[in-house]
């Protein structure tokens, strides 16, 4: 499997389980970009993988669900 391949489904992943830890805490995307001060598209984008998050954005997505970011992995 080449690089890439892995990378996007690392990153897919990864985006999936943002989303799904953001549903189970109840959570809509305009709330939690709100509590986490993150732009609502740029949540969005990071949710269906289009948009890569930073080290602060999963910190501060992680900081508003009231979890840790290794929750994420």
Do not use: C, W
């Amino acid at each position: 499997m080449s690089n890439s391949k892995q990378e996007k489904q690392f990153l897919d992943s990864l985006a999936r389980k943002i989303a799904l830890v953001r549903k189970s805490k109840g959570l809509s995307q305009e709330r939690l970009a709100e509590v986490a001060e993150v732009d609502r598209v740029a949540l969005a984008n990071i949710e269906t993988g289009r948009r890569r998050p930073t080290v602060t954005t999963l910190y501060r997505l992680a900081r508003g669900m009231e979890v840790h970011v290794k929750d994420f992995f």
